[in-house]
């Protein structure tokens, strides 16, 4: 496996690859199942193969890949960022040295977090 950048798929596409790993599958019959001229009996989900680009698919492949985030995984990763910032400017220890902006701030995200109906530990909930 090459040391370049790993290429970002989705996640069916990932998974797909995974399965394959798991049967001990070589490139070129990942690229059967692809091609649906596979000649054995497979749980690897061709379609999902054929959801990215021929490219694409070569280049993780070659370089590896990683899984693109589900929307779930996104705004929990977002609520852990807003939850880290609010701590921080409630504590004083954000990017602002004056103790009346990061209160402003960490009122600020409470008060967005609030009205959009979002509650998150530790923040408002």
Known sequence: MSNGNKVVIPAVVADALDQAKKERMGNESILEVRNEEYPGET?????????????????????????????????????????????????????????????AFADGIEYALDMIGVKIGGVNA
Do not use: C
């Open 43 to 103: 749980q690897v989900n061709g379609a999902a193969l054929r959801f990215i680009p021929f490219n694409t698919l070569l280049r993780s492949l070659v370089n590896g890949y990683e899984s693109e985030l589900t929307e779930e995984q996104k705004r929990a990763d977002r609520e852990r960022e807003l939850a880290r910032d609010y701590e921080q400017h409630r504590n004083g220890a954000g990017r602002y040295d004056e103790y009346s902006q990061d209160y």
